[in-house]
């Protein structure tokens, strides 16, 4: 998205680069598929900011939101709606059994997340927040002063205090420098020494994401979510699972703890919560941490009347018989064409993930992260029509894939044609036609 207040097509090029616009204009988009201003076409696999669930332009949710501009199209958080009730209702229903209560009031990811630390520094009447390696909190400034990553706090002076980072369950690049069958899952059982000697002694919570997000697609191993789930009650510490990212079908399952057989306390969810594109997020909790003063949290736009209308009828397409078998069959070819390319291909370190949720790291010969590369295969896939992104905003070297739901097994195997093609010749030109 521009940030600048002019045409994009008008933009210098060098102006553009600096803020990192691309110089194609979207102007349609259907179903997994988007065309810029020239009538190029790209098959998108990062779902807009992976937050197009369901794809472009959804006929059903379009329809529901149309619908709903005829009825009402905004009213107060002071009131019901019939459609914001719809959609608590069912965020009850399908949730893990423990979380019996909605927020409702944020409209994206990052005040969602903030508002569930929150709620658990309310609930404790603790400080600190506990946040892995590479782990992705939000953009705002609070959020931000939380994330795990230095460059995304460097900037800002003023930040929000009581942030403490731990290694994260990374095991293609273990900071023990261990493996997943003889560690003793260290990068729980070590988190009590970070506690004891570089929080400040009063920890309200841990916050991380089940598969990490723009943190490179990671993937913990069988065990770690409930060590670390026993680990938290054992000290009264609140679980959150950010599944901003991986809620509602993205891995397969409805959310991503259902792989990992694990509750936690407190979950957010946002980006595919209404299919196709309009804001809405959620805080989900146990009973015992909702009592609070509701104008503790809460935003104008939050709990958006036609965002609930959208929500509502995302939520009953995914839960249609086959839909999630579909999400799996598709994320299987994908996942099983990426990987046969490793074999013709070194510089794949791996290939991870589950569902449409994927990551392909990009490995030096050395080991290194290949970042370069994966900005040249990136930009190698554009040329032949496929978006994606790179890990840790750019500056990292995984390749992320996380096309909409609605992906047919077909374009699975066109999307792994493409990459392969991208692989063999990254410096291609652009194909005529």
Known sequence: MSDLAVDPQQVDPQQAAQYQLGDAVLVRGEGIRAWDSRGREYLDCVSGTFNLLLGYQHPEVMAAVRAQTEELVFASSSFQTEATNRVMQELVRISPDNLTRVNLRSSGGSTANEGAIKMAQHHTGRRDVIVPFRGHVGQTLAAAGLNGSSRLRAPF???????????????????????????????????????????????????????????????????????????????????????????????????????????????????????SGLPLAAILTEERMAPWDRSLHGFTYGAHTLAAAAAVKTLEIIQRPGFLENVRAAGDVLTDRLRALQQDHPVIGEVRGLGLMLGVELVKPDGGKAVEEAHAYQRALQRRGVLTRVSEHGLGNVIELRPPLVLTPQDAHLVADRFGEALEAPSAPEPVG
Do not use: W
């Open 157 to 275: 002076p003023h930040r929000f205090p009581g942030a403490l980072h731990v290694p994260g369950p990374y095991c293609f690049r273990c900071f023990y420098r261990q493996t997943p069958d003889v560690c003793g899952m260290l990068c729980v059982e070590r988190i009590e020494d970070f506690i004891e000697y570089a929080s400040s002694g009063s920890v309200a919570c841990v916050i991380m994401e089940p598969i990490s997000g723009v943190g490179g697609n990671v993937v913990p191993p069988p065990g770690y979510l409930q060590e670390l789930r026993a680990f938290c009650d054992a000290r009264e510490i609140v679980l959150i699972f950010d599944e901003i990212q991986t809620a509602f079908g993205r891995t397969g399952r409805m959310f991503a703890a259902e792989h990992f057989g694990v509750q936690p306390h407190m979950m957010t969810v946002s980006k595919g919560l209404t299919g």
